[in-house]
Nanobody, 123 residues
Framework: QVQLVESGGGSVQTGGSLRLSCVAS??????????MAWFRQAPGTDREFVAS????????YYEDSVKGRFTISRDNNENTVYLQMRGLTSEDTAVYYC??????????????WGQGTQVTVSS
């Protein structure tokens, strides 16, 4: 089983930055066996893909609206994946979820999910 715990959410003004973290407990399986992803869900909308990263950190996918503003990275020694967010706008307001799966996709089904962390961007 994989357990994921997100942190780093909060309130920020338009144009500001936040860095989200997700620490994974992966049992007997190495953290580096998993592709990791971030999704988000705004009120009244479906959960949407934000970014994903392969086991090595060498390949990443991004949703079009966050390209150039968000950066996903991982530290396999710390079992942690990050989402650095810059240039935040009100449209980035959502609950952000960390996800893990053996297969890297740009929005497909992920097997494991965290509880989410709220990001609120205001003017």
């Amino acid at each position: 089983q994989v357990q994921l715990v997100e942190s780093g959410g909060g309130s920020v003004q338009t144009g500001g930055s936040l860095r989200l973290s997700c620490v994974a407990s992966t049992g007997s399986t190495r953290f580096s066996s998993y592709a990791m992803a971030w999704f988000r869900q705004a009120p009244g909308t479906d959960r949407e893909f934000v970014a994903s990263i392969d086991w090595s950190g060498g390949l990443a996918y991004y949703e079009d609206s966050v390209k150039g503003r968000f950066t996903i990275s991982r530290d396999n020694n710390e079992n942690t994946v990050y989402l650095q967010m810059r240039g935040l706008t009100s449209e980035d307001t959502a609950v952000y979820y960390c996800a893990a799966d053996k297969i890297l996709t740009n929005g497909g089904v992920y097997d494991y999910w965290g509880q989410g962390t709220q990001v609120t961007v205001s003017s």
